[in-house]
């Protein structure tokens, strides 16, 4: 009697379980863990980049990207500081060859990304005509970048050698952070002119492009960009990367006055 008992009670176990596995229920997967991506851009891509990351973020719900904008220098020493970023886009390439020096990049992920133009600025009712008019009376105060930490204060330099009016500038000299603030300077009139990239110019306010350095002036301007070593989101930042890289935000940062390296 036993034993027919314990037949019963081994069949009715089988049955709920079989009766269970045939709901067509699947435990339900987990939810990817969010990511949050951490990107050191220099000062002069914000815009364009803030119209890039809603784009993602529309085809990547579930990554975030959060910027961190500065002069290119500024961003190579927080990298080098430890800073947890995960891609790093320079408006110069002497900030990222620092870094690969340094072990700091992975350096199958570096690639040039965009290129730019070196303008010179004033307000829309100055009577400048040309970066010879920069060493005349009616120039107090010029804008620029500081030179050790903006690529485009470097470039300024450069050029402005090249034009062989670097030393006769050196008194109307107002130096800058960042590219922006450069901007800032001349769209408010606390300088009479500065040096920005095209693509600030066509963000600025109230403001016109005087003329564009010669392109044999200075260094080609360049911006590479490349993922951190230490970043925690290796996939994620290979992603996103391709995507700056793509036919849809080339046409974004078309339009925001860069140049396509293609």
Not at 92 to 99: P, T
Not at 189 to 211: C, M
Not at 228 to 242: D, G
Request: hydrophobic share 45%; charged share 25%.
């Amino acid at each position: 009697m036993k034993k027919y008992l314990f037949l019963l009670i081994i069949l009715l176990l089988t049955a709920a379980a079989a009766a269970g596995c045939g709901t067509g229920k699947e435990q339900p997967k987990a939810a990817a863990e969010p990511v949050n991506l951490t990107v050191s851009a220099a000062a002069s891509l914000q815009d364009a980049l803030e119209e890039l990351k809603t784009v993602y973020a529309g085809q990547n719900p579930g990554v975030t990207v959060t910027y961190n904008f500065a002069a290119s220098g500024t961003l190579q020493k927080q990298i080098e500081e430890g800073a947890p970023v995960d891609l790093f886009i320079s408006a110069g390439k002497s900030q990222m060859d620092a870094l690969s020096e340094k072990g700091l990049i992975l350096n199958d992920s570096r690639k040039d990304l965009l290129g730019n133009e070196l303008v010179l600025i004033a307000r829309k009712d100055s009577e400048l005509t040309g970066f010879e008019d920069l060493a005349g009376p009616d120039v107090a105060r010029i804008s620029i970048g500081t030179p050790e930490t903006v690529p485009a204060g470097q470039y300024a330099r450069e050029a402005l050698s090249k034009l062989k009016l670097w030393d006769k500038l050196q008194p109307k000299f107002v130096l800058a952070k960042d590219v922006r603030q450069v901007l800032t300077y001349v769209e408010t009139g606390n300088v009479d002119a500065g040096l920005v990239y095209r693509s600030d110019a066509l963000a600025g306010k109230e403001i016109k492009v005087v003329a564009a350095a010669p392109a044999d002036s200075h260094a080609p301007i360049v911006y590479p960009m490349a993922i951190i070593k230490s970043t925690k989101h290796q996939k994620e930042a290979e992603a996103f990367a391709s995507f700056l890289s793509g036919a849809e935000a080339m046409q974004v940062f078309t339009k925001y006055g860069f140049k396509t390296l293609r």
